[in-house]
């Protein structure tokens, strides 16, 4: 998770929930008498005291002197927002959970919270488009999953296969 600062009146900074080190969740949690769990359950949930403790903190990393006092944003110059590796976690499952007659726009219209909750949203649109396009065999590989049709350089539905797990395995042989 990433809490994206936007003030008014600077550059936009993202800081990175994930490397926040043990004194540093140490702190946040004594100061906000709770626990780091709690403190990440609160920013699932935009909590805006539990943005502000985390960035403050991350932002003493280059700005040792900045204070709690000093250092209170507009509550909508503060998101939580989900990173790369997270929307490509989110989107894998969620796709595979969805009905296999899915449209992939279906698909996109059903995991538009993943999108909206993303740091890049292009990238997330993008990613669950592809992943809605490609086949659900859990065996598939990247590689294998860039024809919508279910059709991969190495086998056709007319032609033998190459691979050991084949798509189309009802009218191909497995090769050794």
Request: without cysteine.
């Amino acid at each position: 998770m990433l809490i994206v600062y936007s003030p008014a009146d600077g550059d936009v900074e993202l800081l990175d929930i994930g490397s926040v080190r043990v004194n540093e969740a140490s702190i946040i949690s004594r100061n906000m008498d709770t626990t780091w769990k709690q403190v990440k359950q609160r920013l699932a949930e935009d909590d805006p005291e539990a943005m502000r403790m985390v960035a403050l903190v991350l932002k003493r990393r280059s700005q040792p002197s900045v204070r709690l006092e000093d250092f209170n944003p507009l509550v909508d110059e503060l998101a939580v927002r989900l990173d790369k590796t997270e929307i490509k976690e989110w989107a894998t499952e969620a796709v595979a959970a969805i009905d296999d007659g899915a449209t992939p726009e279906q698909t996109l219209l059903v995991l538009r919270p993943i999108i909206d909750a993303a740091v890049d949203p292009e990238y997330a649109r993008e990613l669950i488009l592809k992943l809605a396009a490609a086949p659900k065999d859990p065996a598939a590989t990247a590689d294998e999953t860039e024809y919508p049709s279910g059709q991969t350089e190495e086998s056709t539905p007319t032609g033998a296969s190459t691979s050991g797990s084949s798509l189309t395995s009802s009218t191909s042989t497995a090769t050794a």
